[in-house]
């Protein structure tokens, strides 16, 4: 079945760092793919999608790129600030239910002054 | 995106009692999820509720358990029912607005003792 992979936590990095939280799918068809980020104490937020391959979801300094080959959706981020710390959730809607999501177990990031 | 309310925030109830959790988007949707996530865990989806039928329930979630309400297009329940300590986690609504994209409401931190 549809399924999503996710590097395991928790990361702690400088603040400034490079983030890469990786990020790998199983699916039949032509799933969407998105990132959520929950911040202490909330509950998930939309943080970037893509739809098909090839496209790269952006927001907040974040990327993350629909990669059909390798079926990844690898979250990267040039510079990480302590305002970053959360917990980041990869999911993945498959093409031929459009409703149902399947999240990965979540990577708990902490960024350190 | 979506506002999503949930009453209540947190809870903390002792075993055998039921809690119903109220779920309030800011304007009309299809399709209402609700999810649970048990602390350090992902997500889990309990069930799926369209207006005007029955919930659709997931391997492992029964009615019984946690009977579902949905009386309009923008407001649902979910109630757990006869609480154990493993039933506390913290539970989610979340509606697709048609994009295939879900939001999130911030959740209710259920403690059952």
């Known amino acids: 079945g549809d399924s999503v992979t996710q590097m395991e936590g928790p990361v702690t990095l400088s603040e400034e760092a490079f983030l890469t939280i990786n990020c790998t799918y199983t699916a039949t068809g032509y799933p969407s793919l998105f990132w959520y980020v929950q911040y202490p104490g909330e509950g998930l937020q939309l943080l970037l999608k893509?739809?098909?391959?090839?496209d790269k979801g952006s927001n907040k300094g974040f990327e993350a790129t629909y990669r059909k080959e390798t079926t990844s959706f690898h979250l990267e981020k040039g510079s990480v600030q302590v305002s970053d710390s959360a917990v980041y959730f990869c999911?993945?809607?498959?093409?031929?239910?459009?409703?149902?999501?399947?999240f990965g177990t979540g990577t708990s990031l902490t960024v350190i002054p | 995106s979506a506002v999503i309310s949930q009453k209540p925030s947190r809870d903390i109830c002792q075993r055998g009692t039921s809690l119903t959790i109220q779920c309030q988007v800011d304007s009309q949707v299809t399709m209402m999820f609700w999810y649970r996530q048990q602390p350090g865990q992902s997500l889990t989806l309990i069930a799926t509720a369209n207006q005007g039928s029955e919930a659709t329930y997931e391997s492992g979630f029964v009615i019984d358990k946690f009977p579902i309400s949905r009386p309009n297009l923008t407001f649902s329940t979910l109630t757990v029912s006869n609480m154990s300590p493993e039933d506390s986690s913290i539970y989610l609504c979340?509606?697709?607005?048609?994009?295939?994209?879900?939001?999130f409401g911030p959740g209710t931190r259920l403690t059952v003792t």
């Open positions: 999911a993945l809607s498959p093409s031929n239910t459009g409703n149902q999501f399947y």
């Open positions: 893509a739809t098909k391959a090839d």
């Open positions: 979340s509606v697709d607005r048609g994009s295939n994209e879900q939001y």
